[in-house]
């Protein structure tokens, strides 16, 4: 096998390359460990910026496949937290459909303020650096709070410098670039110069965006320097890097050809180390498109990319390796590439509206080529004069295409999105000189053995826990069974069973239930022994990392602020007033019906054919619930003691012969030696199914069915304080329930259309679906407010192409 190598221009270049090249190792280690290790991107659209306690934060969940973004990935579980000072306050679990899933998360007026946290990921993710995850900071703001004391943020700043490649080498003129940010995180302008041996002045800089920029530099053997830098009113020293006596220097010029991406790399070496060979490698998203072989032999060689190797637009990873096959210098570099993005049009039918008047958006999708494009959207619509907009926000292009393969904070993410901004070329290149990288590391994909995931892939719920001894110690005996039942609303129930591993640990996969199920485990060592303790882990819940990520600003001193605020308040008032307004007092009755005896929640079948109430009389000095059953049905034959008891109702056989009945306690199957654990003073009654009765449990009910219904069978009864021996019983909230965002109607008479209604949020849809033409259409109505109104919208298709846009209009 041969590879190809695209013509290049320099000096002391090799053509041509055999497959038993080191590059050959490069590339199959690379491919290898993507074909193992695929990774996820998730992303969460909110509805606003920042929120007050009393409200709701409405969002869409975006999930992509890293390498190709198309919406089919592996991953069947989208987990979404809120966070507030290092803990996770909420979680919930989503199915996506289609790579995307809606939700919400209502912040409670018993919250506090100040700074949260939304985080989202899938179990599989955090195999990987938890970096990237996602995260979203915002504030919360308590409405009824007036008067907030503003922090300035410090003078002292951190300012970086990062040498073009990685280092600074003697003799090589290299490019620096250099990043400056204050104590919360956001940029600052510096400017300054360059003192060689803090003596003489090399050249002079200036950030030019965001508290970024670069400047060229030559630097000398055996002399150190330093930056003298003014922000303010304060000066800072800052050491440069080391210079290094010798290396390589890797400069990457993404800005002068629009056909080429040019590398150049300029080597300062031993006599020794000539013509050795080096090799570049470019990827994009876990693809390897370009490769170049060169040797040392030549102080400098160039490679001339051809930018039709990159159908795709986005971060491209420029490596330049050793004869070894080790890293020596590394460059990030942006391309461009407008087949990517999506041309998304949104428009009102009207320039101006009324108060409470109709709207109608429409909105059109096409493709770089202006085809029609099927896609699903997400839609804010929001109250301007309430919440200011963010200047250049994060959105889902910005984010897939390049901050989820970054490290770190991204000031204005969407300001490189923005066509208007002539500079946002150049700008963006500053910031892949200076950004953090680390979604693919060379060294562990290169010189490491592939590890074993330590997170499996979730293609539903999991449910994970561990059997020991009650006082905690692993069971020596091998043949642990576990078994798990629920009945979740609506659904068939479950019944599965497992072995558990030499350690006592279980798993259960790929389950679906939603919110509040009752689960129980049970479990058994050997043929019967239940002197055992069963936990159940909790789902999914990565530690959360002390971090204050710097977030978009809000002008507490603003006009907008003060009126959002005072809106909010009054919005949290009304809510409060129209929910008492809605009860009614009524005259007393006289209640004579008397409740059916079989509106037990518990039980799934009408009327028994026999039950047995259980009081002080029948059960007093029983050990067993058998005992108390013993002679008082006819036709239930039992005999036996201790934990050895047969049971069996006349009559009950298949096609095995005489079978035993079904054992239900409390709706949930179980077997018959928990039924044995339980003392009879704590339960109400049991009910005797028997022939067509029972068959409303199925082919597992030809015995008939004993069901027990105990006194503390609720669904809320904690059953941790009083746990049979080898089983636990909890509530679970499986996959979250969807909730829809209220948007009144006021073509209509209502009551609910009465209250004043100044929302900060006009209209939220996460769904936005455009049909074979490109187009969709949405309708919704304005607020009492006199204001200038924001649409907001963003989406994808499920190849992989993403789309944002924006239309205001004013309400008067």
């Known amino acids: ?163 073009e490649g990685g280092d600074l080498v003697q003799d090589i003129e290299s490019r620096v670039g250099f990043k400056a940010i204050n104590q919360s995180g956001r940029s600052v302008a510096i400017q300054g110069v360059i003192l060689e041996n803090d003596k003489d002045t090399v050249t002079a800089f200036q950030s030019e965006h965001l508290g970024m920029g670069r400047f060229m530099m030559t630097p ?93 637009e986005g971060i491209v990873q420029f490596t330049l390796f050793g004869a070894n096959a080790e890293p020596l210098a590394e460059r990030l570099a942006y391309v461009r590439q407008p087949n990517s993005v999506l041309s998304l049009e949104l428009k009102t039918d009207k320039a101006a509206y009324k108060p409470r008047e109709k709207v109608t958006l429409d909105f059109e999708a096409k493709d770089a080529a202006g085809r029609p494009v099927l896609g699903d959207f997400s839609l804010t619509v929001t109250d301007a004069g309430q919440v200011t907009p963010e200047r250049y926000p994060q959105t889902l292009v910005s984010y897939l295409l390049m901050s989820s393969d970054l490290k770190g904070f991204i000031e204005e993410p969407g300001y490189y999105f923005d066509p208007q901004n002539p500079n946002a070329v150049l700008h963006l290149d500053f910031l892949m000189m200076t950004q953090g990288w680390r979604r693919f590391n060379w060294k562990q994909i290169l010189t490491e053995e592939p590890k074993n995931p330590a997170y499996w892939v979730e293609q539903g719920l999991s449910l994970t826990g561990k059997v020991t001894r009650p006082n905690g110690k692993i069971l020596e005996k091998k043949g642990i069974n576990v078994t798990l039942f629920m009945t979740p609303p609506r659904q068939a129930p479950v019944l599965e069973a497992v072995s558990a591993e030499a350690d006592g640990s279980y798993a259960f996969h790929n389950l679906y239930f939603g919110d509040s199920v009752k689960v129980m485990v049970q479990a058994v060592a050997g043929k019967n022994d239940r002197n ?55 005259k007393e009755i006289t209640v004579k019906a008397r409740r059916p005896e079989d509106m037990d929640g518990r039980k799934i079948y009408g009327h028994a054919d026999a039950t047995v109430k259980f009081d002080q009389m029948n059960s ?111 509530m679970l909230d499986g996959y979250a329930k969807v909730r829809e965002f209220y948007s009144p109607d006021y073509s209509v008479d209502a009551p609910e259309n009465l209250r004043p209604d100044y929302r900060s949020t006009l209209y939220w849809n996460p769904h936005v679906q455009t049909d074979e033409n490109g187009k969709a259409r949405v309708t919704f109505y304005n607020t009492d407010h006199a204001t200038q109104i924001q649409a907001q919208l963003e989406g994808a298709c499920s190849d992989g192409r993403v789309g944002a846009t924006k239309v205001s209009y004013r309400v008067q």
């Open 1 to 163: 096998m041969r590879y190809l190598i695209p013509a290049f221009t320099g000096l002391g270049l090799l053509l041509a390359f055999t497959a038993e090249d080191v590059l050959t190792r490069i590339v199959n280690r690379f491919n290898a460990y993507q074909r193992e290790f695929p990774q996820e991107k998730v992303y969460i659209h909110c509805d606003r910026p920042y929120y007050a306690l009393g409200e709701t934060i409405w969002f869409k969940g975006y999930l992509f496949d890293a390498a190709s973004h198309r919406t089919d990935t592996v991953s069947r579980v989208l987990y979404v937290d809120l966070i507030r000072n290092g803990k996770t306050l909420l979680q919930k679990r989503f199915l996506p459909n289609e790579g995307m899933a809606t939700g919400d998360f209502y912040l409670a007026d018993t919250l506090q303020e100040g700074q949260y946290q939304i985080r989202a990921y899938t179990n599989w993710m955090r195999n990987f650096d938890e970096d990237f995850f996602f995260t979203r900071e915002f504030q919360v703001y308590q409405p009824t709070v007036t008067e907030r004391n503003v922090v300035q943020a410090k003078e002292e700043c951190s300012i970086q410098f990062f040498p």
């Open 220 to 312: 000398q053997a055996g002399k150190t320097y330093t930056a003298i830098v003014k922000h303010g009113t304060s000066t800072q020293r800052v050491p440069l890097p080391n210079v290094q006596p010798q290396g390589h220097v890797l400069i990457v010029d993404n800005l002068s050809n629009k056909d080429m991406i040019r590398v150049f790399i300029f080597n300062q070496l031993p006599a020794t180390e000539a013509n050795k060979e080096l090799y570049i490698v470019a990827q994009m998203r876990g693809e390897i498109l370009f490769v170049a072989k060169g040797t040392t032999g030549k102080k400098t060689f160039v490679a001339n990319v051809p930018r039709v190797k990159f159908t795709e």
């Open 532 to 586: 055992l303790s069963v936990t159940l882990h909790g789902f999914p819940q990565p530690t959360v990392r002390l971090t204050k990520t710097p977030f978009q600003p809000v002008d507490m001193q603003a006009e907008a602020f003060a009126e959002y605020l005072s809106r909010a308040n009054e919005n949290l008032q009304i809510e409060r007033q129209f929910r008492l307004d809605k009860a009614r007092l009524l």
């Open 620 to 730: 007093s000095g029983a050990t067993s619930i058998f005992q108390v059953l013993q002679g008082r049905v006819a036709g239930l034959n039992i005999t036996g003691g201790g934990m050895d008891y047969t049971v069996q109702i006349r009559g009950a056989m298949n096609f095995s012969g005489v079978v035993e009945p079904l054992f239900v306690l409390d709706g949930m199957p179980v077997d018959k030696q928990t039924v044995a654990t339980i003392p009879p003073t704590e339960v109400d009654y049991v009910d005797v199914l028997k022939g067509a009765s029972a068959a409303i449990y199925g082919s597992r009910a030809s015995g008939g069915v004993i069901s027990i219904l105990t006194k503390r069978g609720n669904t809320t009864y904690d059953w941790s304080k009083e746990a049979v021996p080898g089983q636990l019983v909890r």
